[in-house]
């Protein structure tokens, strides 16, 4: 019921209508600051972009076609705001692994993991995988897109999204057994 | 793709011709409930079949719940992202009314100018022509004129003007041919006038000459019956 009442809104929003947009932003705009943040690691860029995303939504509403889901769609637009900011963040020097030892200056992470029940071990762990394992887990598990979907939003080949997705859940028990987790898998 | 050691490599290719590996890579997307019915069917026939198979979906399903934990602990955006958005909006709003605007004008003083007849738009024409080329002749006259805004009077007062001249009166019923006539008889010409008194400055010599024969060429030019007046000048 919800896809074809976001299309409808985009058509209206394609014609000026602020409730429209106010509407969809009211409905969206919580998963896709989630799909940001997790990428990004920084509450205020992330509300940036998630702004930036409806304002793309706002001007180029006229030519979505409907070919995918408008979830799909944002999410889309999201991923490249993404890509586009830490790209100019690695360019100023800002790369990732900077920005994470910013964020998580902390004690030994196999200490702080170890004291922690089995769901925050393996919460912590996910948080451990790489963007692009991060990325592809939570399009999945989070946001619920189909194997066709993750491969418009991420733009790789529908067999390339399962290899990938096997690769961040091997990763992911490989971090589990450090943490102390036998999950019997990988 | 290699599976793991859960001897799943047991299934060979019992389900409907997949691969072992193919049922255990959908796995995560039938654990969300995004896979097509009949890729659904095939792995829940598989994991009917395979309890390797159907521990490995536990552990997936122990992900997803995890994982979606994870994403709801980070909150949600404050209410600066729809301000920000808003705002945006609404300047991109206030440039298109702009925009309209300005094309209103456009049509409105295009309807002006189709309501004239050809023959009124014509005349308009030619004396817009006319006032643009005096506009353009007045430019470069003011830009072109050497005594320009740069030259003060007082230089150019100061400056010695190299030649001899003579102040000149010319009589009142003298023509302009006559004039003429007399200023090449003399090899003069005319510099500044007229001044008060109706006198004009005119050039005898392109060099200094004794004031002896400035006076000498002043009371040849008096005998001319188009001067009136005829006096030295330095």
Known sequence: MQAPADELLIGRIAQGDRLAMQVLFARHHVKVFRFVLRLMRDEMAAEDVISEVFLDVWRQASKFEGRSAVSTWLIAIARFKVLSVLRKRREEGLDEATAESLEEPSDNPEVAIAKLDKGEKLRKCLGALSPEHREIIDLVYYHQKSIEEVAQIVGIPENTVKTRMFYARKKLGELCKVAGIDRGWP | ?234
């Open chain 2, 1 to 234: 793709m290699t599976i793991g050691n859960n001897g799943m490599e047991h299934q060979g290719m019992g389900h409907q011709g997949m691969e072992p590996a193919e049922i255990e890579a959908m796995l995560p997307w039938y654990a969300a409930g995004t896979l097509g019915r009949r890729d659904r069917q095939r792995v829940e026939e598989a994991l009917r079949s395979d309890p390797d198979l159907a521990r490995h979906a536990d552990l997936v399903r122990e992900e997803l719940a995890e994982t979606i934990c994870l994403n709801e602990s980070l909150g949600a955006p404050s209410a600066r992202a729809m301000d920000r958005l808003m705002a945006a909006i609404d300047a991109e709003a206030i440039g298109a009314a702009h925009r309209v605007s300005l094309q209103g004008m456009t049509r409105r003083f295009s309807s002006f100018v189709a309501s004239f007849s050809p023959r009124t738009l014509a005349v308009a024409a030619t004396f817009a022509t006319l006032a643009i080329a005096l506009q353009a002749f007045l430019l470069v006259d003011m830009l072109t004129k050497p005594a320009g805004t740069y030259q003060t009077a007082s230089v150019s007062e100061g400056k010695p003007r190299p030649g001899t001249f003579a102040l000149v009166r010319f009589a009142h019923q003298a023509s302009a041919a006559e004039i003429t006539k007399f200023l090449e008889t003399n090899q003069a010409t005319l510099v500044d006038g007229p001044k008060a008194g109706g006198l004009y400055r005119v050039k005898v010599a392109m060099t200094q000459l004794a004031k002896e024969e400035l006076a000498r060429i002043v009371t040849h030019m008096k005998q001319d019956r188009v001067v009136e007046f005829a006096a030295p000048s330095e």
